[in-house]
């Protein structure tokens, strides 16, 4: 049931890019703000604050759960976890960002390169093509993790809810949904969802490495060449700088080279996305 359930909700957000449209987490921002409007969250102390917006949510999504539970033979419940899953990857593709990219590249447009890439990385881009497409590349073995695999293994760890949890947090964190009258939830979501992440982020690492170059790789991670001291940002560093050394990456002086470094990242996405699907389908036979 969970394999499946991961699998089809992979196949909609690759066969149905128009539902990815859906999953714009509006609602979250609506929530956020009207919780704060009607109780006044920031008179809460931080955890008290967190709590009083996450709860809720936990709880409306474990009573959806209880009530799809092998209800219609399953099928219901079935239809429900694969809502979820998909509901919380992304929000959007990581494949047709990249491609889009590729587009921007090959046509020479810079402006274009530099929207496309602006869509893929959290920082602003460069506009120099291989400081910029160094950015991209490092940037999707970030989002693979946060969009994708981060959000299968909680679902496998401990169901829908946790799978929720996760995307609520990591939009908390990485959007302007709460004011900042609330700085002190956010500095405690940020710390929270570093701790949230560690084990899909370890797990996300040994993926880039048995799915590209693994001895770079682990002499990467051996160093531990990270210069943050947060533990979220401790774990975007070591992605970076795993990932990258993973793919036996190469100097980029013209777009032909840019084009092949961003296909190559890409490629140990998709490798890695196979080794996750094979260590779930391992452990449902498993449990």
Known sequence: MIFFSILIALVLERVLPQLVDLRHNRWL????????????????????????????IMVIIWILGGMFENALFGLFELAF????????LGPKEIDSQVDGYLDAIEVGDSQQRFKAASELTRETPSMELHVQ??????????????R?????????????????????????????????????????????????????????????????NFEEGLQTYRRGDVGAVD?????????????????????????????????????????????WLLLILLVSFVV
């Open 29 to 56: 921002q609506n929530y956020s703000q009207w919780m704060v409007a009607v109780l006044h969250v920031e008179r809460f102390g931080a955890w008290m604050g967190l709590s009083v917006l996450i709860f809720p």
């Open 81 to 88: 976890n694969v809502a979820v899953i998909f509901f919380c």
């Open 133 to 146: 497409v160094t950015q991209v590349c490092k940037s999707i073995f970030v989002e693979a993790n946060s």
């Open 148 to 212: 994708i695999f981060a959000v299968l293994f909680w679902f496998v760890v401990l169901g829908p809810v946790a799978a929720v949890v996760y995307r609520v947090l990591e939009q908390l964190l990485n959007t302007n949904y709460l004011e900042k009258s609330l700085d002190s939830v956010k500095q405690l979501i940020k710390l929270a969802f570093g701790w949230v992440d560690w084990l899909p982020t370890r797990i996300t690492l040994f993926s880039y490495m048995v799915s590209g």
């Open 231 to 275: 533990i979220t940002e401790q774990n975007i560093e070591l992605l970076q700088s795993v990932g990258y050394q993973s793919i036996a990456s190469h100097d980029v002086e013209n777009e032909s080279q840019a084009m092949d470094l961003v296909k190559k990242s890409r490629g140990l996405f998709l490798r890695s996305l196979v080794v």
